[in-house]
């Protein structure tokens, strides 16, 4: 049973909105891990091989994308499916995601039903 | 003689040294014990806080699925200020995050009577800092009520434009349009506020990204040829009425372009609604904007250029379809 | 033949008692000055930090229509700090902005290494304001951030280099900002509310806080400390004093005049009115802001030039004894040259406040200062030497001058334990305390010394900038420099060692001249 369930990470450094997706993640059965910075959200990655990585845009040091570029960059972890956080709905800004590699792209302030909806879609695809 | 004024000189001089030397004691005394005391106090608040968040956190996610009464966080917080401070924060950051039917309830939770009361008391104090605290506060609930709205009203003509921005994003969060309207047309017209503070201002006056409302264009038309605007505010308006995709404004800003009236040549205006109808893919002013092609201000010439570009581009895009 | 000598010099003395007054009044005055502003500061401060929380920007993320920021990086032979430096840069948080590097004609490997860490290709770039600056020989884009913009020029000067940087950039505002700074991260939305806020405002500056300690990696600061070495924790102290009460305490009056060269934005449109960079100053910041205060009072038109203290830039200071004397060295030529060629303010009623107070003051405080103090000290050695210790003047002078210095450093020291308390510990609070008293025991006076020094310079001419050694931001704080150690590198320990034992030896040296003093009377 537990071995069916899926993984979720979440980098996002912000206490109060990390609360509230593990609540929203748990409640669906999900399996979740924090970490809330890009330097350990990667090793996180690399140790815990997340089914999906929830990663936000504003993190404390380092901008989210650069994370993503990363992640992209590592033979290994390409294949991690991402999607990103972000406060901004600019195309401009939608679309450097989608070019960066990430799956799909929230934008604050969201639903948390949407989150959901789409942690499942790209888990399942 | 000489004597005695040197006596003199020393004996102030000793006084000096030695009251300098007992303030300069008092002040590395004063020092340690403010920086103990005030990192100790502030050590435990922040423990105190991370406790109180910890224990509201899963009760909030609880009363989103329904399953808390919003008394039961009345009961908990009482009137102490750390605890509905903390209470405070924590829902507010939820409500920056969240929207929809989770967010209503959240800013109804906001509306504890204790975290009300102690904020209208802000707003009707004399201090400017309080006040802008209140008005932050009340930036987050639907304010309904008359008193408030009042208040908040008379705050946007005050001197002080920190505190007049924050009385108006205040108000921008009444889901009454009236209310908006008001205060986005005052502050519009204030002198010495930035295009930065209108744009702002103007994107919170926006309720809904995608129901567009009558009331609020007719509104928006008003304003916007209002005479007591500057240019530079008028041009801002329509760029960011443009921008936000106000299809209810094509036809004023058609009617705009192809007016004589003085304001609406003047180069910044004039540039700005060209590039609305370019924007709105609105072909209809493709013939008025060909005009503007050989216009003295190059900026306009320029504009107009690529409007013309885009517009014909729509225009035979709608005769291969036809 | 010595005897007379003696008291041919006590005779002169006698003479000239009232010259002892002058000494006196001149640092009771100065350093009361700069208590009662770290005292407003305090007060202000506290007031301040309320309006912050006012302008949270969401629609810049809706909207294209935001004013936004330039950071214009200069630089000239940075190849240590380079890379590391502009990563920072584009690791902010703000929406929209865009970093322009323009390299000074660097002859290090600075553009090589800008060119390979971000792949940088050449493009032609736009110039939307014609301010003068030496040639561009070319300029790039980097294919892995599509807002930074680097410009390769014939070296012209900092002035130069930075009128270029206008020139290229595109958005209403700009930052210019030094290679051995690190912005914090949300600096900018910072800088931006106080330009969204108020309509007027032309210039503001931020704090510059001494980054020697913190250990720095990844782009990033991870660790907030105060710096291990002796000269570096002296200017933690001294920063603070001056650089962040002090000038807290002057935009409360209203009259900011120095805006850091380290770290200032400035709105793009006005700096182009008023005429770009001077490129012939070595003070072309403070050079700029006395500048546009005297172009927008000629216009007769509001402006308002702020100091911010929240938004924070971390900089790397010098370790040693002469990179530190080349810096004040160059400081304080470029605050004579900018007060020099705005001469015409000085107690000029059409300069308002500006002319009949600020630049008043500083002409005579930070300007001639120097040479005041360097006397007052001198004289202070010869009534000891010559008149003995007892006289009311040498405790009064080391009252005023010391003592009163000791209360300054230390009330800076609590009002930013009373704010903003970025030092971390108890333990460096105390530390900090130490070095405050230190600072009025021979740093002050050495610093008086430079600052003398470098006025002679100007009169005589000298234009450069000197070399200082840039350690980078990777090092680790507890290695040290493994080339091997000539003599020259023991001559600072030496002096370090004799001023330590006049430092021990004074406060029980002064105690006793007291104890024996009480005695006698």
Not at chain 1, 33 to 53: F, H, M, Q, Y
Not at chain 2, 282 to 293: D, R
Not at chain 3, 380 to 385: D, G, H, K, T
Not at chain 3, 465 to 494: C, H
Request: aromatic content about 12%; overall charge neutral.
């Amino acid at each position: 049973m537990d071995q069916n369930r899926s993984t979720v990470l979440l980098i996002e450094d912000d206490p109060v909105i990390s609360k509230l997706i593990e609540f929203k993640l748990k409640r669906n059965n999900y399996k979740f891990a924090l970490r809330e910075n890009g330097t350990s959200g990667l090793e996180a990655i690399k140790e815990l091989r997340p089914d999906l990585v929830i990663l936000d845009i504003m993190l404390p040091s380092v901008n989210g994308l650069e994370i993503l570029r990363k992640i992209r960059e590592d033979k290994e972890l390409d294949n991690i499916r991402v999607i990103m956080l972000s406060a901004s709905m600019k195309m401009k800004d939608k679309k450097q995601a989608f070019v960066l590699g990430a799956h799909d792209y929230i934008v604050k302030p969201f639903e948390t039903e949407e989150l959901i909806m789409r942690v499942k879609k790209s888990i399942e695809d | 003689m000489l004597l005695t004024l040197v006596d003199l000189e020393m004996e102030s001089a000793m006084q000096l040294l030695i009251m300098v030397t007992a303030l300069l004691t008092l002040a590395t005394f004063l020092l340690f014990t403010i920086t103990v005391s005030m990192r100790l106090r502030r050590n435990w608040q922040h423990k105190k806080m991370k406790e109180y968040r910890d224990l509201y956190l899963p009760l909030i996610f609880d009363y989103l699925e329904g399953n808390v009464e919003l008394s039961t966080f009345q009961n908990l917080i009482g009137s102490d200020e750390l605890k509905f401070r903390t209470f405070e924060d924590t829902v507010i950051k939820l409500i920056k995050n969240v929207e929809g039917e989770e967010a209503k309830k959240l800013k109804k939770a906001l509306m504890l009577k204790s975290l009300y009361r102690f904020h209208l008391k802000q707003l009707k104090s004399d201090s400017d800092e309080l006040i802008i605290d209140g008005c932050n506060y009340f930036r987050y609930t639907n304010i309904a009520n008359d008193q408030v709205i009042g208040i908040l009203e008379k705050l946007l003509h005050s001197k002080n434009t920190y505190l007049a921005f924050s009385a108006a994003s205040a108000l921008m969060a009444s889901d009454t349009l009236r209310n908006r309207m008001y205060a986005l047309e005052i502050f519009a017209k204030r002198k010495g506020i930035t295009k930065m503070a209108l744009l702002e201002l103007f994107w919170r006056f926006k309720r809904d990204h995608k129901g567009q409302n009558v009331e609020e264009a007719e509104f928006l038309k008003a304003l916007i040829s209002d005479d007591n605007l500057t240019s530079k505010k008028r041009t801002l308006l329509i760029q960011a009425v443009s921008e936000s995709n106000y299809y209810l404004m094509i036809k004023p800003l058609q009617d705009w372009l192809e007016s004589n009236e003085d304001r609406w040549k003047e180069p910044g205006v004039l540039s700005a609604l060209i590039d609305a109808q370019r924007i709105f893919l609105n072909s209809e002013a493709t013939e008025s904007i060909k005009t503007y092609l050989q216009y003295p201000d190059q900026k306009v010439r320029k504009v107009a250029h690529e409007a013309i570009l885009v517009l014909d581009q729509q225009f035979i895009y709608k005769k291969a379809i036809a | 033949m010595l005897e007379q000598t003696i008291s041919h010099i006590q005779q002169f003395i006698n003479l000239v008692d009232s010259l002892g007054w002058v000494f006196i009044l001149y640092f009771l005055i100065v350093n009361g000055i700069y208590l009662s502003l770290v005292v407003v500061s305090l007060l202000f401060i506290r007031k301040h930090q309320k309006y912050y929380s006012v302008f949270e920007p969401e629609g810049v993320f809706q909207s294209d229509l935001y004013k936004s920021i330039s950071i214009i990086s200069p630089a000239y032979n940075e190849e240590v700090n380079i890379v590391n430096s502009v990563e920072a840069l584009l690791q902010l948080q703000h929406r929209g902005f865009e970093v322009v590097v323009v390299n000074d004609g660097s002859t290090d490997s600075t553009l090589q290494k800008l060119i390979e860490h971000f792949r940088l290709y050449e493009s032609e770039i736009e110039l939307h304001s014609t301010l003068p600056h030496e040639n561009i020989i070319k300029s790039y884009r980097s294919s892995r951030y599509d807002n930074l913009i680097v410009i390769d020029k014939v070296n012209g000067g900092k002035g130069d280099a930075l009128n270029c940087g206008i020139n290229a950039s595109a958005n209403d505002l700009f930052c210019s900002i030094d290679a051995d700074s690190i912005l914090e991260q949300d600096v900018l939305k910072q800088m931006l509310q106080a330009f969204v806020l108020d309509d007027k405002l032309v210039a503001a500056g931020g704090i510059v806080r001494v980054a020697n300690g913190c250990t720095i990696s990844n782009y990033e600061i991870q660790k907030i400390d105060i710096p291990k070495g002796f000269l570096a924790r002296i200017q933690t102290v001294e920063y603070l004093r001056s650089f962040l009460f002090g000038r807290i305490g002057w935009d409360y009056f209203k009259s900011l005049i120095i805006i850091s060269g380290a770290f200032g934005i400035f709105d793009r449109n006005a700096v182009i009115r008023a005429g770009g960079y001077a490129r012939d100053s070595v003070g072309e910041d403070m050079e700029l802001v006395v500048r546009l205060h005297r172009f927008f009072r000629e216009q007769e038109e509001e402006y308002r030039v702020r100091f911010l203290p929240k938004p924070v830039c971390w900089t790397e200071v010098p370790e040693n004894w002469n990179d530190l004397a080349t810096q004040r060295n160059r400081w304080q030529r470029g605050l004579v040259d900018s007060i020099w060629r705005h001469r015409t303010m000085f107690f000029n009623k059409k300069y308002g406040r500006m002319g009949l107070t600020t630049i008043p003051y500083f002409t005579l405080v930070e300007l001639l200062g120097p040479v005041i103090e360097m006397v007052g000290y001198i004289y202070f050695i010869f009534v000891i030497i010559f008149m003995g210790i007892y006289e009311p003047f040498v405790l009064l002078f080391i009252t005023v001058s010391i003592l009163l210095g000791f209360l300054l450093s230390i009330s800076s020291l609590i009002c930013e334990e009373a704010t903003f308390r970025r030092y971390g510990s108890f333990k460096n609070i105390l530390t900090l305390t130490l070095y405050a008293s230190l600072e009025n025991l021979g740093y002050r006076q050495i610093h008086a010394w430079w600052r003398f020094v470098a006025i002679i310079d100007y009169i005589r001419g000298k234009k450069s900038w000197g070399k200082i050694k840039r350690l980078g931001f990777d090092r680790d704080t507890t290695s040290v420099m493994s080339a091997p150690k000539s003599l020259s590198e023991y001559m600072p320990k030496i002096k370090s060692s004799i001023y330590w034992a006049i430092v021990f030896l004074t406060p029980p040296a002064v105690l006793y001249i007291l104890f024996s003093f009480l005695y006698f009377a």
